[in-house]
């Protein structure tokens, strides 16, 4: 394998943005390809990252020569290679999914639209990869960035809640600059290998801890954890259809990721559980997160705004799965990320597919779907099936090492806040499938087969329905390897010393 | 006792949702989509019955699908017992098909394709608890069978189907997720495994305070064996088209349901430990109750099909007594129970809805004089309740001649008198329908003496399975030997 | 008293950053006009760029990172000491900030634009009013 596999992930798009612009202009045509190509490229050298990782172990890059600390050390371990992989699957799914949707939603913007989306795969693979504290502040604001403007760039509600997505964004982003800041105050180092091993040492300082509980503030405001999530539901159900499938999947699972990373690679385990010893209050806060998701979920009437606060408690599983400080509770977390980046993908195209046939997404008219559109509507169940964690979907098995995690930490608060939250799922995604099982109740209602013939169904393109149905069928393939993927890869991307 | 690894378990499950597509795209040709059922029954059931032998012969037919979790796989294992389910299940879709065909078609409902999709998924996933070989494959197929038994409970999309629907996965769903998915994966987390095991997997550490709440969590929490106060959702359930109530309401569903709570005291819990902690008593006395509330309320039942969901929840819990007594005779009469009320009830549903189907009549105070309308069906209908209340000549008799057994083997005498009590019971809502259908003045009757059977496809069926009751009374022994052979597995013995 | 007055006159720069912080973080959260939020982001902003830049300085009369009568061969003949020099790692940060904040406020400005086109308001009260108008009432 090349020796610079590990840019390629965030240099092929970076370039790829740049053609977009040039040549997209002069040929509307263009962009989607290059995007594919891009993203394809994106993900073939993520599956070689993954593979060299698997037969290497940690793979270091410097970032155009320069040793650090005077460069930029990119460092690719089992933890973001795995990420890694799933974001570039994701974004290319969801790519070659929305390709019709972008057509009809964002007719003469094409070109922005593209080059803002693979601009948005840069960042985040950048924050995926890189070794570097403040580098990674900058790609997480590349990121941002385009995340802010993809959302605003849709209709109606769209540019207000984009708004208020940067003013929050904003605040998260700053807080984990200054977070930084402060680290750098102390240590002297940006690196984050380095940051490590100078850290043990001022494990009593005030400072050290202010720098870290201000990163995770930061981080739980992108995160979109309760009580700082109020940017997310506005921006993921009024973004522009193709908008939220590309987004939703992705930004919260990479920030969960930051987080794992800033605690375990840069923090130290030791430091986080055992000197600060504050996971039993972060967990009993993302009970509070998963609870009031699921009950602000179940308050609603528009089946993306249902998907987005379902987002918001999924990020309570896995920051209290994280902090649960033992191996199952970690793996849990780290394995939701994988199944919960499937999940979201899969619900929002689903969504997105529903709604390329419905005038809008309130639940009323979600009535006679399941004949109408039976394949969007099979994909959405198997979709919540794996949210409400029915086996053999992955969203089993990443709840079942979490409620694991639970039991080892004898934290019995986040078990039940699990089931709870596992039991309004069957009431949120029962509630929808209800609407579109009952036909609305009119004169043929009945025993007349005749009255809905074949006629009456109307799937979304096929082109639509082919990747959704491929991201279908993987919640059950992920299900039923996640065993392997827990003992091949998730395993090693715990530190030993957590058991 | 030697292990075989055979794709026939892998294969019984996959039959009939690899039958699914074919069924949707011959959705408009019905004799071709009935026809596939048919041959998917078919195959179903000569594949379990392939197995019989080498399972008779002491072998266990065993297939890993994936290692999903360090422990715990998603994996097939063919013992006696779950051979036995597989048996009653498979031979019963058959019958229930041709049934489901004069019915459906005789009443000229809706959405048939659907219907005949869902069924055969609710059959696999039957088929697939039968052969689970742990805890957590148990649990899959069972969720798996509540999702897919929904839109079947839910068929006539009206309100009254969905209020019922809701109840139905309130209570399901919500057990299963509440109470027992915790305490799977809590036994997970305390002994390393979900597999079934002769005498169980618990490590010896646990506190008998957890034991007791983990068995009530798996009890109730698998609520489709109906244990009370978890059993409304089958009545609520009997919205559902008749063949649907008779497969899967009183047989497929409600039996794996009695199946789980049989594999969790046996194969995770273990006969010795559950005795050494007194939880077998528990349980019966949980079972007990059931069995006495169940029966008296069947007793004021008028809806027919509610009497009859009244008395399975009563009779489901036969079975889980059986598995509680945790003596050879308790635990065969409990495994027989499955296959005899399996062929009673579903005839005494059958009955029902070729009444349904002839007259329209569902309930028992319009029934009278119906014996002179519908004679052969009553006819059955007699039998059907000779078996469940265990009367002779019927197989009925000889499960509760092993329950009975077994209860004294265990000395729990109080439960002797609770069967005899029921059996009591059940005659006392049983032959007053009988009776007032075919023993009754002119005046009284509701029907005039013509006669006016339902269609052939209804009456076949019914008459079939009233006929394998009686002939599981003279003939038991297929049935006997897999569930000797089957305690034996359970019990670890020689 | 003195120990007081040493422990906020020593640290006079982090006051004078968090007191900048809060006073745009209070704009963001409290104003009702989206200018004024986009304002204070951009107040708050700044505040954490001037943290950085101040952490750089040195006492002792500390200059900026240039080599002073070093045409060339100034290092080789003389050597540079650190302490003569603020630090430039933090500066160099902060131009990189500087240009992500810029592009922020570039964003949220075209945002706020089409905000104002659609709702032709800025004023958070009343662009839910209108909100309100159009959608009767739902969210």
Known sequence: MSPH?????????????????????????????????????????????????????????NMGGWDPPWGIAYRVDHLNALVLVVVMAAALIGLIATRDRVKAEFEDRIVPFYTLFVLFVTGLSGILLTGDAFNLYVLLEIASLTGYALIG????????????????????????????????????????????????????????????????????????????????PNAYSNASSAAGILIAPLTTKVMIYVMIRITLTVFTPDYAFDVLDIGDAVVWLSVIAIVMGSVFA????????????????????????????????????????????????CVFLAAGALLTRVPGDRLIHLQGLFRKMPV????????????????????????????????????????AALLFSSLVNVALFFRVFEIAYYEPFGADHGHDPRAHGASGREDAPAAMLAPLVVVAVLLVALGLYSGD??????QHAIPARII | MESIVSLKPLAAVLVSILVVPLIIRSGNRPNLREGWTFAAAGIKFLIVASMVPAVLGGAKLELTIAQVLPGAAIAFRVDAFGLLFALVSSSLWIVTSAYSIGYMRGLDEHSQTRYFCFFALSLSATIGAAFSANLLTLYLFYEMLSFA?????????????????????????????GLALPAMVYIYTVSGTLDFAAQGVMPASVPPAVLTALVLMLLFGFAKAGVMPFHSWLPAAMVAPTPVSALLHAVAVVKVGAFCVFRVLTGVMGADLLTGAGLGTLVCYIAAFTIIVSSLIALSQDGLKRRLAFSTIGQLSYIVLGAALLTPDGLTGGMLHIAMHAFGKITLFFCAGAIFVATGVKNISDMTGIGKRMPITMTAFFIGSLSVIGLPPCGGFISKWFLVMG???????????????????????????????????????????????????????????????????????????????????????? | MSEFIDFFVGKYNYWAFILLMMIGLYAMIAKKNLAKKIIGMNIFQTAIILFYISTAAKGGGASIPIIAHGHGHGLSEHGARAADYINPLPHVLMLTAIVVSVATLGVALTLAVKVYHQYGTLEEDEIADRIRAQTGGEP
Request: with cysteine.
């Open chain 2, 407 to 494: 209860t004294l083997e265990a000395r729990q005498y109080a439960m002797l008198v609770v069967i005899l009590t029921s059996s009591l019971l059940n005659a006392a809502y049983f032959l007053p329908i009988v009776y007032r259908a075919f023993f009754c003045t002119e005046e009284e009757s509701k029907f005039d003496n013509r006669m006016g059977e339902a269609p052939l496809w209804c009456l076949v069926p019914l008459k079939l399975t009233a006929f394998i009751s009686i002939i599981l009374f003279l003939y038991p022994k297929p049935f006997l030997d897999l569930a000797r052979l089957a305690v034996v597995q359970i019990l670890g013995g020689p």
């Open chain 1, 5 to 61: 596999l590990p840019a390629l992930p965030v240099v092929v798009p970076l370039l790829s943005a740049l053609l977009i612009t040039i040549l997209g202009w002069s040929n509307r045509r263009l962009p989607f390809p290059i995007a594919l190509v891009a993203l394809t490229a994106g993900l073939l050298s993520a599956l070689g990252l993954m593979k060299d990782v698997l037969a290497r172990g940690v793979i270091g890059y």
């Open chain 1, 153 to 232: 760039l849709g209709e109606g509600r769209a540019p207000l809640a984009g708004l208020n997505y940067i003013l929050m964004g904003t605040i998260g982003a700053s807080f984990y600059l200054l977070g930084v800041g402060y680290l750098y105050l102390m240590t002297g180092t940006l690196n984050m290998v380095d940051l490590a091993a100078r850290l043990p040492g001022l494990y009593d300082s005030h400072v050290v801890a202010l720098a870290f509980f201000i990163c995770l503030t930061g981080l739980f405001v992108k995160m979109a954890f309760f009580p700082v999530h109020v940017w997310l």
């Open chain 1, 376 to 415: 969007s509507m099979a994909a959405l169940v198997v979709g919540g099936l794996s949210i409400i964690g029915a086996p053999p979907t992955c969203g089993f098995f990443s709840k079942w090492y979490l409620i694991s995690g639970g039991i080892d930490a004898g934290h019995y608060g986040f078990v």
């Open chain 2, 149 to 177: 038994t929904y839109p079947l409970v839910t068929h006539h999309q009206d309100m009254e189907a969905r209020s019922s629907g809701r109840k139905y996965l309130f209570y399901i769903v919500g057990s299963s997720i």
């Open chain 1, 485 to 490: 993927l827990v003992s091949a890869i998730i």
């Open chain 1, 298 to 345: 179940l308050a609603q009437n528009r089946l993306k705004r249902i998907l987005s606060y379902i987002v918001v408690a999924e990020v309570g599983y896995m920051v209290g799965g994280f902090w649960l400080g033992n191996r199952a509770g970690i793996t849990g977390s780290i394995l939701h990320i994988v199944n919960d980046a499937a999940m979201t993908l």
